[in-house]
Every structure is written in structure tokens, then in C-alpha cells.
């Protein structure tokens, strides 16, 4: 089966952090990948796709980038309005599968 | 704007059907480029990709569900729906419906709200 494996489960920081966020697949899927983001009680939103490109409208501190099977989800200057859990999906072919979730808190 | 919004029954017993709609406004779902998409996500856990289907009318489904699903599109509505059969309280989720965008590489690039489907007796 195919695996997308994001960490940390979990983190805390604090305002102005920098904070990463690592999904790696188990079999290569060139640049065929999103980033999306849910604050709590709402819908997904997507975020970067093609593993680096900023979906029109995402604040500039939200950055992707890997290719293969290793990738990043890095948020440069954590803001409070960024408390949410992030997911990463594959889409390079079906299954279209998602990461299992990373949640992210104000320290 | 586009919108996508889900409707259909949010209580369904274990063993009968799930049956969603998903009703897609400011666009047509038969535009060039877009194809159609559902996920779940039980409650406080992760998302789930249940299948989609592709302009062409092609369906691609998780292959953890793929024995139980359907996916199909009416153009005529303007609409695309899913149906699940023999349900289970592990089929108990938000039901989100999704476009999948080949301007975004495929990424999925506008949601439904989400409808909560609660599978029980």
C-alpha cells in the first residue's frame, strides 16, 4: 500500500517561529503534491500544490519544497491565525492518498 | 465563484446505502480541466480520498473502498454523487465533495462545506 508519512504529529511553537513540517512518500511521486491546511471546525484549504507552488491568495510565509519522496511545509513566522492541522497529499496517480495530519499550536 | 455544496442523509443505517450529492454553482461541471472528487474524514481524524471522476466520465476509487463505491456525474444538474453500500459505523465521517483542478496540477482547489453522515440503528 501506498504511505504518506507526515512529522511531527504535533508541535508547539511560539508566535514568530519558524516551523517545518516533513511528508514523505513511500514511492517516488516526482512534484505531485499539495499542502492543505484546516483550521479547527472548518473545510480544507489548499495551500501549495506541484510541492512549491502557493495557491493564489497564501500568505507569503507559507513555502513548500522537495521532490521524490521527501517533502516540506515550512511556515516562516508562525501567526496565531495559523493554528490548524496540515495535510499532505500525493497526486500523481489513484489512490490520491493524504498524510496522516500534522496539528499545530500556539506555544 | 464557485461553489460545491453536499446534500443527501445524514443518518444512515448499517448496511444500507450512502447517498451524496454534490451540487457545483458559478461554473459548469462539464468545464475543460476540472474533474470531481470525495473525501472523508471520521471524526478527529485524518482525510480520507474516496474516489473521483475525471471530465471524461472516467472513475478512479480507493481501492480500500472500491468494492462499495460509486461515483457518478449528471450534467444536466450540474451535479456529481457518491453512493456507498453496506455501511458501517467506520463509514461514519464528514462527507467532503472537492474539484480537482488540472490548473493546480490536479490539486484539489475549491470544497463543500462538508456533511456530516452518521451511520447507526
Known amino acids: 500500500d501506498f504511505q504518506m508519512t507526515q512529522s511531527p504529529s504535533s508541535l508547539s511553537a511560539s508566535v514568530g517561529d519558524r516551523v517545518t513540517i516533513t511528508c514523505r512518500a513511500s514511492?517516488?511521486?516526482?512534484?505531485?503534491l499539495a499542502w492543505y491546511q484546516q483550521k479547527p471546525g472548518r473545510v480544507p484549504k489548499l495551500l501549495i500544490y506541484?510541492?512549491?507552488t502557493l495557491q493564489s491568495g497564501v500568505p507569503s510565509r507559507f513555502a513548500g519544497s522537495g521532490s521524490g519522496t521527501e517533502f516540506t511545509l515550512t511556515i516562516s513566522g508562525l501567526q496565531p491565525e495559523d493554528v490548524a492541522s496540515y495535510y499532505c497529499q500525493k497526486y500523481n496517480s489513484a489512490p490520491y492518498t493524504f498524510g496522516g495530519g500534522t496539528k499545530v499550536e500556539i506555544k | 465563484q464557485l461553489q460545491l455544496q453536499e446534500s443527501g442523509s445524514g443518518l444512515v443505517k448499517p448496511s444500507q446505502t450512502l447517498s451524496l450529492t454534490c451540487a457545483v454553482s458559478g461554473g459548469s461541471i462539464s468545464s475543460g480541466g476540472y474533474s470531481w472528487s470525495w473525501i472523508r474524514q471520521p471524526p478527529g481524524k485524518g482525510l480520507e480520498w474516496i474516489g473521483y471522476?475525471?471530465?471524461?466520465?472516467?472513475?478512479y476509487y480507493n481501492p480500500s473502498l472500491k468494492s462499495r463505491v460509486t461515483i457518478s456525474v449528471d450534467r444536466s444538474k450540474n451535479q456529481f454523487s457518491l453512493k456507498l453500500s453496506s455501511v458501517t459505523a467506520a463509514d461514519t465521517a464528514v462527507y467532503y465533495c472537492a474539484r480537482v483542478s488540472s490548473h493546480q496540477q490536479l490539486a484539489f482547489d475549491y470544497w463543500g462545506q462538508g456533511t456530516l453522515v452518521t451511520v447507526s440503528s
Open positions: 506541484a510541492a512549491s
Open positions: 514511492q517516488g511521486i516526482s512534484n505531485y
Open positions: 471522476i475525471y471530465h471524461s466520465g472516467s472513475t
